[in-house]
């Protein structure tokens, strides 16, 4: 029999201790791996924006709005091929005021011109364009809030008072997943009209579509030249880097994510070392015997170590397995529909499987690198005379 097959058979042997070993391990490697998703994750809303999109904001932030002739201005812009602009409007669910979604004022036409990942009926998109209150909602947005085309509400806004009377006349899909598809637009003249003072005729942020033979940084750079010495001043930025300032106020709880994914492996380094450990001196005459009959001490740390990395990989592959099912083929899809284009791909990756495998083996070895170093060096009389 070769020193692996010893391993095998030494963890099987006391079956209780092996079972909630693995349990425990496993169940750490499950919460490290969900927290490493969400980490993983959080930035693929990010990631998917569309490439050939530039936003322009005020300098200050997004909230600060734009006057409305500066998207006059814009247009001439070398390599700006179409554009427009869009105002948050911060809208609340008609049956549960308390809770806010995604919702904005935008230029109706333009807007399903730059958003071309917006799949519109075109009955929908021509009932959209012919009325002034008409609204068009995401797919999960609707079957959030339960409604359906042709249904009319009253919205209220953490913004603008209302009420506001809307109808809704279409329901758009996405042929990909770059615009959030739990979202509501309505039209930003509708909501314009309706300002006073500093805040009509202004807009959130301007949306440009650059053409193929330009790069965003520079025509970013030329649109922030040209109001350098404005009265509002501005940023111009990727549509990554302005999706990532809408989140950034949650980049505490990410970073205090990724801090409690470190913690969840000391805590399995230590429940490993311990088991180890009392392994290791329960088995120390047996080891010493070992020893006698000719085993070197090379030999001993290899047994252990192995029988360790052993129990780390089968832990790995349990806790990597029930945190696949749990994730893929339930949380997955309900963080999808209820995070608001948050998590958009709510999956785990292989590149986090392979992760967790590693780290699982990793912290076995590591966890039995002192037992057996000071198990090898023990003599064989000390390792024969030792009662526990």
């Known amino acids: 029999m070769n020193l692996l097959g010893l391993s095998t058979k030494n963890i099987l042997r006391s079956p209780t201790r092996t079972c909630l070993t693995v349990l425990g391990v496993a169940m750490a490697i499950l919460v490290f791996v969900l927290l490493r998703t969400v980490v993983s994750t959080w930035d693929m809303a990010a990631d998917i924006a569309a490439k050939d999109r530039i936003a322009t904001r005020h300098k200050l932030s997004f909230v600060v709005p734009l006057p409305l002739h500066y998207v006059d201005k814009i247009r001439t812009v070398p390599g700006v091929q179409a554009l427009t602009w869009v105002s948050w409007f911060g809208g609340k669910a008609p049956r549960s005021p308390h809770s806010s979604f995604a919702s904005y004022a935008v230029d109706a036409e333009s807007f399903l011109r730059v958003y071309d990942e917006l799949s519109l009926p075109p009955e929908q998109k021509a009932a959209w364009l012919a009325d002034r209150q008409g609204i068009v909602i995401g797919s999960l947005l609707a079957k959030q809030l339960g409604l359906a085309v042709g249904d009319r509400l009253s919205l209220e806004s953490n913004i603008y008072p209302g009420p506001w009377p809307v109808r809704v006349v279409g329901i758009y899909g996405l042929t990909q ?175 986090t499987v392979v992760v967790a495998l590693a780290v699982a083996l990793f912290l076995g070895v590591f966890a039995a690198f002192v037992p057996a170093l000071r198990m090898g060096r023990l003599s064989v009389v000390q390792a024969l005379r030792r009662v526990d």
Request: hydrophobic share 50%.
């Open 177 to 351: 997943k770059s615009f959030d598809p739990s979202s509501m637009l309505l039209h930003w003249r509708y909501v314009n009209d309706a300002r006073v003072g500093e805040r009509q005729d202004s807009v959130g942020w301007v949306t440009s579509r650059i053409d193929a033979s330009h790069e965003g940084a520079p025509v970013g750079a030329a649109i922030d030249r040209m109001f350098e010495h404005s009265g509002h001043r501005t940023r111009t930025m990727t549509e990554r880097e302005l999706n990532l300032s809408f989140v950034a106020r949650f980049s505490a709880v990410m970073q205090a994510l990724q801090a409690m994914s470190w913690i969840v492996l000391v805590v399995l380094l230590l429940l490993l070392a311990n088991t180890v450990a009392m392994n290791v001196r329960e088995r120390t005459s047996e080891l010493g015997t070992l020893r006698a009959l000719g085993f070197r001490p090379i030999h001993i740390w290899v047994l252990v170590v192995s029988e360790a990395a052993l129990l780390g990989v089968i832990a790995g592959v349990v806790g990597v397995t029930l945190a696949v099912a749990l994730v893929n083929n339930g949380i997955g899809r309900f963080m999808e529909e209820n995070s608001g284009g948050a998590f958009p791909f709510f999956r785990i990756s292989s590149t």
